[in-house]
């Protein structure tokens, strides 16, 4: 589970970095998306941490959740508005 923690938490920061530096708006619908996704399965996966109690510091994976949570309902916001400019 940590490994496919880390694989799609780092995941969000390299493709947001890709997605700042498309060339049209639907290559940059296309990038968030995956994004999106990536910010979905990193909370998918923490909870599932939680959920099983695989670790002791109850307050900093709520902290790590809470975090994933709201990057995940912005990087949706920019999704959203992004296919409402390219409709």
Partial sequence: M???????ATSIGANFQADCRARSQPEFYSKICIVVEE???TEYWLEIIQESELTCDEAKLLELRTEASELTRILAKAKKSTYTRIK
């Fill in 2 to 8: 940590s490994y496919q923690l880390i694989k799609s």
């Fill in 39 to 41: 910010a979905d399965e």
